[in-house]
């Protein structure tokens, strides 16, 4: 082994031990992370023992693999099926929506472009405290800001699926501002992004260093690494309003950090879907499209 091969995987045991650092682990949620970014564009469906070796690759003892897919199956996200005396997993078409939707933000090209129109969504006076957090989270999920009591504003965004998902019972216009209001982006908290998008920069150097001067992982060491630097982004940017590029802060980290994920995740790519070819998956259903991820890689 040579030492640009050691110091990559160094680097993994390092992203390893950050997984495991930040407190209780959702294995729920990292296997999420894999099935939106490798399973889905395979044709949706896994052996759990693919799983089970992945995991175990990130620490994660099969018990708790086992408790979180019964999890995901309970709720609707994954179904079950036998095939003699083998498990399989595949994605639930309840969970389609939100993968399709998620996966445009999380391999997008950059910010989105604007046309200069806003989005204003106002709910109605009443309502049950409860009902309005529910709405309010809702909005927040979606980019919105609240802009007041029951007003939520964002800039538009051409995407059918940010109006689809809007909360019932909002007024929702669409239009161009009468004025300009300066520091628009200062409606959204985009201070702890900024912070996590930087942490997660520098998170990411020393495999990409050892990337950009030729160092090989193994196929199954490439696919844990690219399941890790995914759900570590996927963390960041789905909590990201999406705010386009002229209501950004100057020195805004997001756009650098997106371009080291894409490079690191394009140097996985090769040997990533090797592991997944020798695993028995599918074959890409549209390798073009998932070549085209952070605008090509």
Known sequence: MDVTESSAESALEGLIDALHGRGRLRVWSLIVTFFGDAVVPRGGRV???VLQELMARLRIETGAVRTAMSRL????????ERDGRNS?????????HAFDFATKRIYAAGPPGWDGTWLVAVAPASGANGA???REQAMA???????????????FANIPELTEDIPPGLLVVRGTALREAPELSALWDLDELATAYRALDEELTPLGRALERGARLSPLDAMAARVLVDHSWRRIVLRDPG????LLPADWPGEMTRARVKAV?????????AWLDASGLPAQ?????FRGRFGGI
């Open 47 to 49: 052996g759990l023992s």
């Open 73 to 80: 199956a309970a709720d609707c996200w994954l179904e079950r």
């Open 88 to 96: 399989f997993y595949r994605l639930a078409e309840e969970g389609r």
């Open 132 to 134: 309005r957090a529910g």
């Open 141 to 155: 999920e979606l980019g919105f800001a609240a802009a007041g009591a029951g007003a939520f504003v964002r800039p």
């Open 243 to 246: 705010l386009p590029a002229d």
């Open 265 to 273: 995740y394009a140097a996985l790519a090769e040997p990533s879907e």
């Open 285 to 289: 259903v549209d390798a073009k499209r």
